[in-house]
């Protein structure tokens, strides 16, 4: 639209593993030096908020090369350890790569120089942002632009994972002294007010202890606190290291087994961990702290991470501590 004046109504675009997906436009606009051309995002089944999101790019003169910019809704890295340094618009290696390959091949059918400003949006991005991690990551102002394949993979526990590493590197990078990785919202609330975490030093762990610990293993942090419900924590506590339902299951014999070993009731025919804390007293849920600190410094290996575990109800409260 810049250097020929009229656009496409369909886009193509060659993906990092070579696939060729054609978009509609959603709308363009163009004035004097500049144009502006945006596509209505489609996750298809993936839970993605930005599923709908109008992204759009604007195109002007630079000063000089391909510049990069952040428009509306895209956000700014502010902090280091993420693949952009701090001070640029959150826009990954990657993508930027595929934005200059474009840049570069138009710039030879036009016969013109690629000194272009490429100033990358999302209507409503400010918005969409508050619900993903990347305050926590310190991206301010708006969304990431990721492109890693250009490909959504529904609900990607392997998207999750990546999640988790690049909030290790973020505490690594700043100096982090403190960590904390907890299986859902409310063990994460009892936790970080426990010990005063700022929302950055909270990796969003879910279900995937062994992903974050794995990674841990290789990156440090002087201190990790793991929190979490009484069942998710008896499972890590007996070697689980997916924490899913559906991939891990607690063991009541095993639970049994370290409760009449502390002289307290037994209870194999408990119907959940939190069942079994009920009838035995909360000592069984220190004794599941206990030995989930174990599986977790195992996991962690010879790696200088000192341990701490926190064991909750439904509620938030603390049924029982470990380190």
């Not at 209870?267 to 007293?281: K, R, S």
């Amino acid at each position: 639209m810049l250097w020929g004046g009229t656009a496409p109504e369909m886009v193509g675009i060659t993906l990092p593993k070579g696939e060729t997906p054609v978009f509609a436009l959603h709308d363009t606009v163009q004035g004097e030096g500049w144009a502006m051309a945006a596509i209505e995002k489609d996750a298809g089944d993936d839970p993605d908020v930005t599923h709908g999101a109008v992204i759009e790019v604007r195109v002007s003169a630079s000063e000089g090369g391909i510049v990069f910019r952040a428009g509306e809704g895209v956000g700014t890295v502010t902090k280091p350890g993420l693949p952009i340094a701090p001070g640029e618009p959150a826009i990954n290696p990657m993508p930027r790569d595929m934005m200059r390959k474009v840049v570069d091949e138009l710039a030879a059918s036009y016969g013109k120089k690629t000194d272009i400003a490429v100033e990358v949006g999302v209507r409503k991005g400010r918005a969409l942002a508050l619900k993903t991690w990347n305050p926590r990551l310190g991206i301010e102002g708006g969304l990431s632009i990721l492109g890693t394949t250009g490909v959504v993979r529904p609900f990607s526990c392997a998207a999750w994972i990546a999640s988790i590493h690049r909030g290790i590197d973020v505490a690594v990078a700043t100096g982090t002294p403190h960590v904390a990785g907890c299986t859902g919202a409310t063990s994460e609330r009892v936790v970080q007010e426990l010990y005063g975490l700022p929302d950055h030093a909270m990796l969003d762990m879910g279900d995937f202890a062994g992903g974050l610990l794995k990674y841990l293993r290789r990156h440090p942090v002087a201190r990790l606190t793991i929190g979490g419900g009484i069942g998710k924590m008896t499972k890590l506590a007996q070697g689980a290291a997916d924490l899913h339902s559906k991939r891990s299951q607690v063991d009541f014999a095993g639970l049994n087994a370290w409760a009449t070993d502390a002289g307290l009731p037994e209870v194999a025919q408990a119907n959940t961990a939190l069942d079994a804390v009920t009838i035995a007293g909360p000592e069984l849920a220190g004794i599941v702290a206990h030995h989930a600190k174990t599986q977790v410094e195992a996991l962690l290996r010879e790696a200088a991470v000192q341990v701490d575990t926190v064991v909750i109800d439904r509620g938030g409260t603390i049924l029982g501590r470990a380190g």
